[in-house]
């Protein structure tokens, strides 16, 4: 038995080596890249690296809540946790497809009592007998036309790419906290202005209501003072409910339930870093989508030489041995050896087309991977300008706004002072009033708008640290 099984591995080895691999070798698609971006940036030569750490990129914000809250994603992130138990999976199928390299073995013990009746010319019964059987057995299929190679090809592409997969959702779960965190925050500082105004409004209604015992306002002047008072605290209420659900989402990002988890409210937004000096190839070295998507034009290429081997002959060698007596005593004994030892030639003469069928299917889904590659990256690049675009100009945005605010607040200053001297009506007062608070809300939310942008960016590079 030993030597039959020596045999069979040799046999096996040797008809291993001697196969070959159907079906085109990979090579990665062209993919357009420009010099630089259109915004900022040069080029350089790419070297693939989505791999490599990406480091903390949200610390450049230097908010320590955040770090600790970002810190929560990869453990308890529902979403990250089901990517990983995608990416163990395809790792299992890879071992599976593996598997096909090496030979089957098996073994039964098996027993049976078995008796012979005839009935002509009469009926008999000849002695019952007993049959104990034990055998060995192996089986493995030649990879002649690299069948499973080219299995073993798809699935390791398909595994790296579940691996990206990990990484994009980590990185978007990541990011999506990230620019949540900032309109919580910048709804809190939208909050304290509010605020703020209400205790400013107050006043100007006491001083108005005054004005009004002593007859040298009217009583229109209190009627405005109250409803813009009303107004501004309906405005407090309303940010309350994005509030709200911004601390909600940050909950469920972390894993938790809403009803567990709160967020006090700060009056400080973070520290808005310096742009990173990005380019191009930054794209394809760091984004895990874009790994993930030419990781599946791997897989779909090695598919096209799986479906083309089918129209080759499979050779399978079997081999069994094994002893059989009529009793379990002394079963292991010389004289009751068997064996068998034979190879199995099969190829598939019709099928109607299927193969055919097959074959053209692999190639449509490998075309269909190459567009989605292709695809990924120009919209990264997209990405990547739009929020270099709004970066630039929400910064000249800010800087517009800060003079408009100033300009504003100079302005309700003159007016209430007019207002006191009785040289204007208390409508100019709400006016002013209105354009200024206008005004620091706009210039607080273009402070919001600058820092979702620029995290975006950053997920953008594929969490580039700047």
Same mark, same amino acid.
């Given at each position: ?34 010099? +630089? ?24 914000? $230097? ?51 078995? &008796? ?62 990230? &620019? ?9 500082? &939208? ?86 000096? +990005? ?13 993930? +998507? ?26 069994? $041995? ?125 402070? $919001? ?18």
């Amino acid at each position: 038995m030993k030597k039959l099984l020596a045999y069979f591995s040799s046999l096996s080895l040797g008809m291993s080596l001697a196969g070959c691999m159907v079906g085109p070798d990979y090579q990665r698609p062209d993919v357009e890249t420009p010099t +630089a971006f259109k915004e900022a940036g040069t080029w350089k030569a790419a070297e693939p690296a989505d791999e490599k750490p990406r480091g903390s990129w949200w610390e450049a914000y $230097g908010d320590e809540e955040l770090n600790a809250l970002v810190a929560k994603v990869a453990i308890s992130n529902q979403n990250v946790l089901s990517a990983a138990a995608q990416y163990r999976q395809a790792v299992a199928v890879l071992e599976g497809a593996r598997a096909s390299y090496f030979p089957t073995l098996g073994t039964s013990l098996a027993g049976t009592r078995a &008796q012979s009746l005839t009935t002509a010319p009469a009926t008999t019964a000849s002695p019952a007998t007993n049959t104990v059987k034990f055998s060995l057995s192996a089986s493995w299929e030649a990879d002649l036309w690299g069948q499973i190679g080219r299995t073993v090809e798809s699935s390791d592409a398909s595994a790296q790419a579940s691996a990206a997969d990990l990484g994009a959702a980590l990185l978007s779960a990541q990011a999506t906290l990230v &620019q949540t965190y900032f309109q919580l925050r910048t709804t809190d500082a &939208q909050i304290h202005l509010l605020q703020a105004t209400v205790v400013a409004y107050e006043r100007s209604l006491e001083i108005t209501k005054n004005r009004y015992e002593a007859g040298v306002a009217g009583r229109v002047d209190v009627a405005q003072a109250e409803a813009q008072l009303q107004s501004t605290r309906a405005q407090t209420l309303d940010l309350g409910v994005q509030r709200s659900q911004y601390e909600h989402a940050i909950a469920v990002l972390i894993g938790k339930p809403p009803a567990e988890f709160r967020l006090e409210a700060k009056t400080d937004v973070p520290t808005l870093p310096l742009i990173p000096a +990005a380019i191009p190839s930054a794209l394809l070295e760091r984004r895990p989508d874009i790994a993930g +998507a030419e990781r599946r034009t791997a897989a779909a290429n090695a598919q096209i030489g799986v479906a083309q081997s089918a129209f080759f002959p499979a050779l399978t060698l079997g081999a069994s $041995g094994g002893y059989q007596n009529d009793a379990l005593s002394g079963l292991v004994a010389l004289p009751h050896r068997f064996w068998s030892l034979g190879p199995t030639l099969a190829l598939t003469l019709f099928d109607g087309g299927a193969r055919s069928a097959q074959k053209s299917s692999a190639a449509a889904t490998y075309d269909k991977a190459v567009a989605t590659y292709r695809q990924t990256v120009l919209s990264a690049f997209q990405e990547v300008e739009d929020n270099l675009a709004a970066l630039r100009i929400l910064g000249e945005e800010e800087g517009v706004q800060k003079a408009a605010t100033r300009s504003a607040e100079e302005a309700l200053a003159l007016t209430q002072n007019q207002y006191i001297a009785g040289t204007v009506s208390y409508l100019n007062v709400v006016t002013a009033q209105a354009t200024a608070l206008t005004a620091q809300r706009s210039e607080i939310d273009i402070l $919001g708008r600058r820092l979702i942008a620029h995290g975006t960016l950053l997920k953008a590079l594929g969490g580039q640290t700047p």
